[in-house]
């Protein structure tokens, strides 16, 4: 059915006839989303493709990326973790560019930031605290066969270091995500359990009314 706007929306609708349940709405300017809708909003689970290519998969809250999700970037590039309002905001999110590197930590507003580690395309990595996407204070990197270990300084590389106790920073980093990342996935199954028993109800309330 095409909608005031020139979007079709195809699927489920409340008493108001807004979009309600799992459905399908194309967008006059080419976006697409399938998944679920709660009162004429993208709420719950679905995916979202752009026309240049890009796609989201995850969750979603009053039409914004909330939650855990999947984003792939119209140059191939790929996020996956956690958003608030929209924005990457994560303990641990990955982020795999096209060209092979790979960080895996902290985001916040859409940036690096926080503790994490950084892949790069030659296979060394460093780990390295990060604000608004730049590396501050003191980091570690490896060689690629992870044999060396270097201190860094705001991300430049300097002196040479022992080789366990860079691993061993690495092995503090991990433990202190884990807890974290828990928590992060509780909090989603939640909220999608949320929005599914909320769907639900609505569902049968409009039944028993026909």
Not at 14 to 35: D, P
Not at 48 to 70: I, K, M, N
Not at 89 to 102: D, I, L, P, Q, T
Not at 114 to 136: C, E, H, P
């Amino acid at each position: 059915m095409t909608e005031p706007g020139g979007d079709q929306y195809k699927g489920p609708r409340n008493e108001q006839g807004q979009a309600h349940g799992y459905g399908a709405l194309r967008f006059k300017n080419g976006e697409f989303y399938e998944g679920q809708f709660y009162n004429d909003r993208m709420d719950g689970v679905g995916k979202h493709r752009w026309p240049s290519g890009a796609l989201y998969e995850g969750q979603w809250d009053a039409d914004e990326r909330q939650g855990l999700g999947v984003y792939t970037f119209a140059d191939g590039s790929v996020y996956e973790g956690r958003f608030r309002k929209s924005l990457r905001e994560s303990v641990r999110g990955v982020y795999r560019w096209k060209n092979g590197e790979v960080f895996e930590g902290g985001f916040k507003g859409d940036h690096l930031d926080g503790q994490g580690t950084f892949i790069w395309s030659s296979g060394r990595m460093d780990l390295n605290t990060y604000v608004k996407g730049v590396a501050k204070g003191e980091g570690v990197r490896w060689s690629e066969d992870r044999k060396q270990a270097w201190k860094l300084k705001d991300g430049v590389e300097g002196a040479p270091t022992d080789l366990e106790a860079a691993n061993a920073s690495l092995a503090a980093f991990e433990q202190a995500c884990a807890a974290k990342l828990e928590q992060e996935r509780i909090a989603a199954e939640k909220a999608a359990a949320a929005k599914a028993a909320a769907l639900e109800k609505a569902s049968k309330a409009k039944a028993k009314k026909k």
